[in-house]
């Protein structure tokens, strides 16, 4: 597996952005983006997208805990 910066690159939400990294231009899932590369994606944006991004994001979340049958444990 891929690590960039210490971050395994992981591409479990499929929603890929094109940002310039060290070697050039890589293809690469948002949430595998330094939180740096994530505020300048994000700088700008609409509400809207913004909305539909994390709209997308929470239903990859759910996916995964389907997949994996996983419950948070947050109490």
């Not at 210490?6 to 591409?11: D, H, M, N, P, S």
């Not at 070697?23 to 948002?30: H, K, L, P, R, T």
């Not at 994606?41 to 991004?53: D, K, P, T």
Request: overall charge negative; charged content about 30%.
């Amino acid at each position: 597996m891929e690590h960039y910066h210490g971050k395994a690159q992981r591409e479990l939400d499929g929603c890929f952005f094109r940002v310039k990294r060290d070697s050039g231009y890589e293809n690469v899932c948002f949430t595998d983006l330094t939180p740096e590369e994530q505020d300048s994606l994000m700088l700008g944006r609409s509400e809207e997208w913004l909305r539909s991004l994390c709209k997308y994001l929470a239903e990859v979340i759910s996916n995964i805990g389907e997949q994996f049958d996983l419950k948070g444990d947050f109490h």
